[in-house]
């Protein structure tokens, strides 16, 4: 239903539509940087493992379906990093430490470019949202003016 009568409904329907897709996009990158975040927590605990353990040492290794084994670590300088892209590579310990904290420093780059995307959807979002107020504000002036000019008509007759 359009108030107001010429094309304005029209225009404030595809407006609202616009600010819908913009506040689910908004929440599309919100859950982006949740993931990453999450990434990077996996990231630490990697980290803190590698740096805590020592050859010899006793751990829980995770077999799927969460079931584990025991299993002592021979050589800690033989850890297995994913480099990304489906690639690992053996790396020392040490090694192994600057990899994850390669990957983690990519993170947070990626994590400041989403967040910088996101203050630019909400620009835009918030533009279309005054934008939105600004025509309702019209319909609802032209509508009571319209409902005004009734008024006289009605007091013309008597």
Known sequence: MSLGGGGGGGQLEQLSEEIENLERHEQALEQEIEEFQEEQREIDEATEALDALESGSTVQVPLGGDAYVRAEIQDIDEAVV????????????????????????????????????????????????QQAQQMQQQQMQQLQGQMGGMGEEADDDE
Do not use: Q
């Not at 489906?86 to 967040?115: F, H, P």
């Open 82 to 129: 994913s480099l990304g892209g489906g690639y690992a590579a053996e790396r020392d310990k040490e090694g192994a430490i600057d990899t994850l904290e390669t990957k983690r420093d990519a993170l947070d780059d990626r994590i400041e470019e989403v967040r910088e995307e996101i203050t630019e959807v909400e620009g835009e979002r918030n533009e279309l949202e």
